[in-house]
């Protein structure tokens, strides 16, 4: 493995952005995270394609991300590449009720286009973080609502194979998970919402981003909820009744709005975030008997917990 070499090549076979070392703090809503040993953000599809044939050739493992903001980057940095897509995957377009979008478009601006619009379904995602691919390779959602069931197809790059559309009912759901990531790199995606009352539109998304505001620490450095919820339980209760709300552990604190929510206050390493998880994991695993699973997803290498 060379990340050297794979560069150099990169840098003559991709049209974007292909730099070695990139800190990962800057890739991520937690703001935390040690050097990729390469970002390359790719604006073409082709550019995907040779992307990945240069990384398999040269034996570097590689993972794709979006906004970052379901992620918690180790302190040490990731030893593969981080892949971003571009400027042709961040398009979208609202054909009747469905719209048709790039994986590296931000969720908020097709929550907008349906809201503007008067069309219903993506009303719940309001105020969610991140791309649609992002959303989409975790299923993202609300307590009873996700994106999955709006999806008519997903297009992936499937590696040494190429584009590959895949119809809703080809696709595992899970209540925030999927088996797209497994199967490629999420391109592009059709929704098909429905036409509505707009002003039953406006209303609900605005009570969804109410309340999210009220139970959520929005506008801090955050990466949603730090665990799923346990069937028929909330984590964020639990949590609570341990006694972990307001938590510190160096710079990572459990939020005092909901206890789900880690936050970085400012100077947070992976190894604090990570030392709050096991202490959690380890108080609602002895006084309930309940193994709390990470909803986010870590990236590079694990020092803790
Ligand atoms: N609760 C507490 N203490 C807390 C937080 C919550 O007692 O510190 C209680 C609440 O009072 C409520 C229950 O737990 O009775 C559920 O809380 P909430 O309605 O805030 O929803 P949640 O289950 O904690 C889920 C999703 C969120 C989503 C909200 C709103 C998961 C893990 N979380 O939260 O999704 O925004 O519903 O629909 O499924 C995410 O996935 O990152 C995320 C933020």
Redesign the pocket.
């Known amino acids: 493995m060379s990340v050297r070499r794979a560069s150099d090549r990169l840098s003559t076979a991709v049209t974007g952005i292909v730099r070695r070392d990139e800190p990962l703090a800057r890739r991520t809503t937690y703001r935390i995270g040690g050097p990729a040993a390469l970002y390359i953000e790719c604006d073409t599809l082709s550019s995907i394609g040779k992307a990945l044939d240069i990384l398999s050739e040269e034996g570097i493992e590689w993972t794709v991300l979006g906004r970052g903001s379901n992620v918690l980057a180790s302190d040490e940095g990731y030893d593969g590449a981080v892949i971003v897509l571009g400027r042709e995957f961040k398009r979208h377009r609202v054909e009747g009720d469905r719209i048709r979008t790039g994986s590296g478009v931000v969720l908020a601006a097709i929550v907008r286009d349906a809201y503007s619009r008067g069309l219903g379904g993506l009303e719940f995602a309001a105020g969610i973080p991140g791309t649609v691919g992002g959303a989409l390779a975790m299923n993202?959602g609300?307590?009873d609502a996700w994106i999955g069931s709006l999806v008519d197809t997903v297009t992936l790059w499937v590696p040494g194979v190429g584009l590959r559309s895949f119809h809703h009912r080809e696709i595992e759901w899970g209540y925030?998970s999927t088996d797209l990531v497994s199967r490629g790199v999420v391109v592009e995606s059709e929704l098909r919402l429905h036409e509505a009352d707009r002003e039953t539109v406006r209303r609900v998304t605005d009570a969804c981003l109410t309340a999210?505001r009220a139970?959520?620490p929005v506008g801090t450095a955050n990466a949603?909820?730090v665990?799923?919820?346990p069937q028929g339980d909330?984590?964020?209760?639990l949590i609570?009744a341990c006694g972990f709300?307001g938590r510190y552990r160096g710079g990572a604190q459990v939020s005092e709005i909901?206890?789900?929510f880690i936050i970085n206050t400012g100077d947070a390493r992976a190894a604090d975030v990570l030392g709050l998880i096991s202490e959690i994991r380890e108080a609602v695993s002895q006084t309930y008997g309940i193994e709390l699973e990470a909803?986010i997803r870590f990236l590079g290498r694990r020092t803790e917990a």
């Open positions: 993202a609300s307590r925030r999210r139970t959520q949603g909820s665990f799923k919820n909330s984590a964020g209760r609570e709300k909901h206890a789900n909803e």
